[in-house]
């Protein structure tokens, strides 16, 4: 259960702002259609977290208890600094045209994806609690918790959301993760 409600928590916060959640409002706010953008977001989250767990996971299990925690609290520690940087939409990359709405933002948001922060969290967590299902399930749920409503609202909720503290926030949540495993890395408790 840590290991979901970890990956929930740091995903969710992390995913607000992030470039794939200002592709998907950009998307909502284009074509007006949430269903499709919704599924195809759905879709998308659920191979990027399974795909970062299963990777994460794997490095994990290959290292010992001590080693691992203080990769994963450097690694978090960083991205507590990257957390702190603004995105914007335009370094999601242009979305293509292809046969749907759909498909566009499936591969849009794929691509987005890969060697996103949140993929990376993802990748972390799951190699610090070795549970790939759990990480995975709560990564999904958090980009989905964040992503959801931006898609829904559209272009409405980007002018109101308080990003810079919305970063800040992240920053802080990625720093106490990162202490925690450099603590136990210190103690050498796995």
Same mark, same amino acid.
Request: charge should be positive.
């Given at each position: 259960?840590?290991?979901?409600? !970890?990956?929930?928590? !740091? ?180």
């Amino acid at each position: 259960m840590e290991a979901f409600l !970890a990956s929930l928590s !740091a995903v969710a916060i992390a995913e607000i702002g992030d470039r794939t959640q200002l592709l998907l409002l950009t998307l909502a706010a284009r074509h007006r259609r949430p269903w499709p953008i919704l599924a195809a977001m759905l879709v998308g989250t659920l191979a990027s977290s399974v795909l970062a767990a299963s990777i994460g996971e794997r490095l994990g299990s290959a290292l010992n208890p001590r080693v691992m925690n203080l990769l994963v609290g450097v690694s978090l520690i960083a991205m507590a600094l990257w957390a702190l940087k603004p995105e914007s939409a335009h370094e999601a990359g242009p979305s293509r045209r292809s046969r749907g709405l759909f498909f566009r933002t499936l591969v849009s948001f794929l691509i987005a994806e890969m060697g996103d922060k949140t993929q990376i969290a993802t990748a972390v967590l799951a190699a610090a609690y070795g549970n790939v299902a759990a990480v995975a399930a709560g990564s999904s749920l958090g980009i989905v918790l964040a992503c959801a409503p931006a898609v829904l609202i559209g272009q409405a909720l980007s002018a109101r959301l308080p990003l810079q503290a919305i970063r800040v926030v992240s920053s802080l949540l990625f720093l106490g993760l990162g202490v925690l495993f450099l603590v136990r890395a210190a103690r050498g408790t796995p």
